[in-house]
């Protein structure tokens, strides 16, 4: 099956010829039609254009860019041009909201041939960890289908797994990449903030919010990096720093200092799951790196600042969906207040009215000092406890869940619950550094196992690197799910 290709392996057979993206793009989209109704990962199917556009590339016969060719899946986050972008929200879905103009990534992925398929399922505007809060229904996850593939972008994630396409796109806010990729059983990529642009992309909280990838392989995830990262004039965060060439990757381990933070390695963390990435540790140490015990004391204040942070900005993000540029609308409102408020109790699931009533009380007045100013203050010095340690070691290691997929509806009724999920992923968001998500084994159900590497700012060529000497090292990412 062509669809289980990686992008470095159907890279090397389109350049021999020995296949074309139109083989490519139709086995990607049997495969869609044949799993993905078990599934729920694709939420909008884009094929004919992609065959299109399969037929232009292989046309052009030329294969120099790693990505010619090459079929996707985005995230329902990412505008692009022409093609329906909801946010798996009844807000913008009700209406068919179509995106008028191309995000950064998207484009950049064209421009080297990347061909997109379609769009797929993740949490109503992203917040959640599970896609239950989706308007389309929960993606289910291919290692069991009792249980959600992750979130937010569980259908990147599930489609990945499930080789639906080659590689998908994401975005990471509080672990949104990094979670469904463990769950699912591949890797996923958060970069340094302003490394790559969020330009186009549906803001949920701009101060964390990142894009990425999710893929087979850790050299997938240098080569999408490579290929979108890099200043953007419509993103004033991104960063002039020059793109380095993460593809070239190396796997030598010798010299590496890798932390282990206590405060990760705790109680409630599921035993075979801490053996994993137990065993994970070691085997990095015998191939020359050194384990150095360290301490981010912060680190049990993180979900809690998280989820003052996220919610503030998600109160202001929100604003935009009034009703009156675009999305959901109310038929005869008796004035302007009846109009927004209904407009908006209709369109918004749940968690998103949450968040936005969290958001807005602890920034108004009177509460603004105790909330939102402290929250602000404890995300320094969790960007300070990183800073400390990168003085010491390389590499931070730790589990990025602290148990496998959950069961679908475990979690869906207690917010308090869902957002404990977050517990490893929420840190290094509030002090902006790279972070992935690698496979390191299988819980004693059979369910994949995610191995998080962090690193300083900037850092994401020593990650990348680590991971892919752990890679190399394992066969944990050449296991598929059997659906
Ligand atoms: N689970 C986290 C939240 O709900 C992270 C979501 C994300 O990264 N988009 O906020």
Known sequence: MLSALTISE?????????????????????????????LNAVVYKNFESAIEAAKVV??????????????????????????????????????????????????????????????????????????????????????????VAGGSSGGSAAAVSADEAIFALGTDTGGS?????????????????????????MSMASSLDTTGSLCKTVEDLAIILEATAGKDIMDGTTSEKPVEPYSKLTNNMKGLRIGLPKEYFIEGIRPD???????????????????????????????????????CEVSSNMAR???????????????????????????????????????????????????YLKAQKVRTL???????????????????????????????????????????TVAQVMAGIPCLSVPCGFSDEGLPIGLQLMGPQWGEQTILNAAYAYEQATEWHKKKPTI
């Open 58 to 147: 292989d046309k052009k016969g030329s294969f120099d860019s790693h990505l010619s060719g090459i079929p996707y899946l985005a995230k329902d986050v990412y505008s692009e041009a022409g093609v329906p972008t909801t946010g798996c929200s009844n807000m913008l879905r009700e209406k068919n909201y179509i995106s008028p103009f191309d995000s950064t990534t998207t484009k950049r992925l064209k421009s080297t041939g990347a061909i997109s398929l379609g769009k797929t399922n993740t949490d109503e505007f992203t917040m959640g960890a599970s896609t239950e809060t989706s308007c389309y229904g929960v993606t289910k996850n291919p290692w069991d289908l009792t249980r």
């Open 273 to 311: 799951c801490e053996k994993a990435i137990r065993d994970a540790a070691a085997l990095l140490q015998s191939m020359g790196a050194t384990l150095v015990d360290i301490s981010l004391p912060h680190t049990k204040y993180a979900v809690a600042t998280y989820y003052i942070l996220c919610p």
């Open 382 to 424: 969790i960007r300070k406890d990183f800073e400390d340690a990168f003085q010491k070691v390389d590499v931070i290691l730790s589990p990025v869940s602290p148990h496998p997929a959950f069961r679908i509806g475990a979690n869906s009724s207690d917010p308090v619950a869902m957002y404990l999920e977050d517990v490893f």
């Open 321 to 371: 969906y009034d009703g009156l540029r675009y999305g959901h609308t109310v038929k005869n409102p008796s004035d302007l207040v009846d109009y927004y408020q209904r407009t908006r109790s209709e369109g918004f699931g749940a968690e998103v009215k949450r968040r936005i009533m969290i958001g807005t009380y602890a920034l108004s007045a009177g509460y603004f000092d105790a909330y």
């Open 10 to 38: 159907a890279h090397d057979r389109l350049k021999k010829k020995e296949i074309s993206s139109e083989e490519l793009v139709r086995s990607c989209i049997e495969r869609i039609e044949s799993v993905d109704k078990k």
């Open 177 to 201: 990449i990094r979670q469904p990729a463990g769950f699912c059983g591949i890797a996923g990529l958060r970069s340094t903030y302003g490394r790559t642009s969020r330009y186009g992309v």
